[in-house]
């Protein structure tokens, strides 16, 4: 199930942060319950995923991205992820999460977010975002006007750079 309360907790959190420019890092701090684990005792993939969704809402509300959308009557999407695993997750184990954009092109925004326990990385994923309205995928440019902000991404890090190359090339659909 959608852990709703945890959202709406990370909303009123952040009610009286100050604004974040659009490559503003959000940072929030989660626990890991019994009901967020596996069969191993540690945060299920799975869940991680949904954790994810705990810091990207809030960073698109600090950032001013989900009052566009409402004014504009948009919504918001996945579009691609690929995350890392490298470090447990237990039960009870506090985590802070590190959220940003790091760009965008001419369709989508890409966001990248961390887990840390102290200075251990626990997990990484990189997204690929699009904002729809009816007709499907509103262009970044629309978007950054609406923002009010540059519609020049800053420099694409290297890494998220070869993703979205390695994910160009990837068949679609996928062979059965």
Not at 17 to 23: D, G, H, K, Q, S
Not at 133 to 157: F, K, Y
């Amino acid at each position: 199930m959608y852990p709703v309360a945890r959202m709406f907790y990370q909303l009123a959190v952040i009610r009286t942060a100050p604004p974040l420019p659009i490559t503003g890092t959000h940072v929030s701090h989660h626990r890991c319950w019994p009901w967020d684990i596996d069969l191993w005792m540690e945060l299920n993939n799975g869940r991680t995923l949904t954790f994810y969704d705990l810091g990207r809402i809030p960073l698109a509300r600090r950032t001013g991205l989900i009052d566009v959308l409402r004014k504009q009557r948009w919504g918001m999407t996945m579009a691609g992820a690929s995350v890392r695993y490298r470090a447990r997750i237990r039960t009870f184990e506090r985590v802070e999460m590190q959220s940003r954009v790091v760009g965008w092109d001419d369709r989508f925004l890409y966001l990248e977010q961390s887990m840390w326990k102290g200075q251990t990385c626990c997990n990484q994923i990189v997204y690929r975002s699009a904002v729809t309205d009816g007709n499907g995928i509103v262009p970044m440019h629309r978007v950054t006007e609406a923002l009010g902000i540059d519609p020049r991404s800053p420099p694409m890090p290297a890494w998220v750079q070869a993703w979205i190359d390695a994910d160009a090339v990837r068949p679609w659909p996928p062979s059965r």
